[in-house]
C-alpha cells in the first residue's frame, strides 16, 4: 500500500515565453491570495462565534451570581459549594473564549493584511506583464523592421557583388582583346 510514497513529486515546467512565466506567477499568487482571504473570512466567522459565546458565558455568571446570592441568603451550603463551582468553570470557559478572540482578532487582520499585500503584488505584476507585452510586441516590430532592412542590405550586397563580377568579366575580356591585338600585330 506504499503506492508513489517515493516516488519524487513532479516540478511544473517553465514555460519557455517570458509572458506565460509571469501569468503562471500572477494566477499562482491570484490563488494564494484567494486561500488568505478565504482563512481570513473564517476567522471573522469564529469572531463572531466566540462573541456570541463570551455574551452567553457572561450571561451565566451572571446568573449563577444571583443563584449564588439567593443561596446564601437561604444559608443552603451545598448550593453555594456547587455555584461557586459552576462559576469557577464558567469564569475559566469565558477566559479562553476571550483569549480565543484576541487570537482570532490579531490572526484575522494580519490574514487581511496579507490578502491586501498579495492583491497589491497581482496587481503590480499584471501592471508589468502589459508592459512586457507592449515591450515585446514593439521588440517583435522592431526585429521584423530589422530582418527586412538586414534583407534589403544583403540584397544590395548580392546587387554589388554581381556588378564587381560584371566589372571583373568586362576587365578580363578588355585584357583578352588587347592580347589578341598584340598577338595580331
Given at each position: 500500500?506504499?503506492?508513489?510514497?517515493?516516488?519524487?513529486?513532479?516540478?511544473?515546467?517553465?514555460?519557455?515565453?517570458?509572458?506565460?512565466?509571469?501569468?503562471?506567477?500572477?494566477?499562482?499568487?491570484?490563488?494564494?491570495?484567494?486561500?488568505?482571504?478565504?482563512?481570513?473570512?473564517?476567522?471573522?466567522?469564529?469572531?463572531?462565534?466566540?462573541?456570541?459565546?463570551?455574551?452567553?458565558?457572561?450571561?451565566?455568571?451572571?446568573?449563577?451570581?444571583?443563584?449564588?446570592?439567593?443561596?446564601?441568603?437561604?444559608?443552603?451550603?451545598?448550593?453555594?459549594?456547587?455555584l461557586s463551582?459552576?462559576?469557577?468553570?464558567?469564569?475559566?470557559?469565558?477566559?479562553?473564549?476571550?483569549?480565543?478572540?484576541?487570537?482570532?482578532?490579531?490572526?484575522?487582520?494580519?490574514?487581511?493584511?496579507?490578502?491586501?499585500?498579495?492583491?497589491?503584488r497581482v496587481?503590480?505584476?499584471?501592471?508589468?506583464?502589459?508592459?512586457?507585452?507592449?515591450?515585446?510586441?514593439?521588440?517583435?516590430?522592431?526585429?521584423?523592421?530589422?530582418?527586412?532592412?538586414?534583407?534589403?542590405?544583403?540584397?544590395?550586397?548580392?546587387?554589388?557583388?554581381?556588378?564587381?563580377?560584371?566589372?571583373?568579366?568586362?576587365?578580363?575580356?578588355?585584357?583578352?582583346?588587347e592580347e589578341?591585338?598584340?598577338?595580331?600585330?
Open positions: 500500500m506504499l503506492f508513489g510514497l517515493f516516488r519524487k513529486k513532479k516540478e511544473p515546467t517553465r514555460p519557455a515565453d517570458p509572458l506565460a512565466a509571469l501569468d503562471q506567477l500572477i494566477e499562482k499568487l491570484e490563488r494564494q491570495a484567494a486561500e488568505v482571504r478565504k482563512s481570513a473570512a473564517t476567522l471573522l466567522a469564529l469572531k463572531g462565534d466566540l462573541t456570541r459565546g463570551m455574551e452567553r458565558y457572561t450571561r451565566r455568571l451572571e446568573d449563577i451570581a444571583s443563584r449564588r446570592a439567593t443561596a446564601e441568603s437561604r444559608g443552603d451550603g451545598k448550593a453555594v459549594a456547587v463551582k459552576d462559576r469557577e468553570q464558567a469564569e475559566g470557559l469565558r477566559a479562553s473564549t476571550r483569549d480565543a478572540l484576541e487570537r482570532a482578532d490579531a490572526d484575522g487582520k494580519l490574514l487581511l493584511e496579507a490578502a491586501g499585500e498579495l492583491g497589491d496587481a503590480e505584476l499584471r501592471r508589468e506583464r502589459e508592459s512586457a507585452s507592449a515591450r515585446l510586441t514593439v521588440g517583435g516590430i522592431v526585429s521584423e523592421a530589422m530582418r527586412e532592412r538586414v534583407a534589403r542590405f544583403e540584397q544590395a550586397l548580392v546587387v554589388d557583388a554581381a556588378r564587381d563580377e560584371v566589372e571583373r568579366a568586362h576587365a578580363l575580356a578588355d585584357i583578352y582583346r589578341l591585338r598584340e598577338q595580331e600585330r
